[in-house]
């Protein structure tokens, strides 16, 4: 499937330092995610956690993962994070060594998306 989407497009770069959950993205309204690539960057395999949060709970994309050296994942399907929800990323590795992207699109009321 092939999507089209309308608005202007925002990235947000995070670097994770440490095996803590990191917030990588805050939705102020409604959002249009576009796609979330995170990439380690110090040839190891640490394992992958990205999730959204409402607050209290978790929704995982990927859980736990292993890393290929290198390598970037991308998550490329797009998807409405709603107000007040976030993104959040862990690294198994204790210095982080993961450098994360978040893009999507800004303008909420003018953002469109469509299967095409």
Avoid: C
């Amino acid at each position: 499937m092939s999507y089209l989407i309308e608005g202007a497009l925002q990235t947000e770069d995070t670097k994770l330092t440490d095996n803590t959950e990191t917030t990588v993205y805050t939705a102020d309204s409604a959002t249009t995610i576009v796609s979330i690539t995170a990439t380690e960057n110090n040839a190891g395999t640490p394992t992958l956690t990205i999730e959204k949060h409402d607050g209290t709970n978790s929704y995982y994309l990927r859980k736990a993962v292993a890393m290929t050296a290198g390598t970037a994942f991308i998550w490329d399907s797009p998807f409405r994070l709603p107000h007040g929800w976030t993104l959040k990323v862990t690294s198994s590795d204790a210095q982080g060594e993961i450098d994360v992207s978040v893009s999507y699109v800004t303008s909420v009321a003018a953002a469109m998306l469509r299967a095409k």
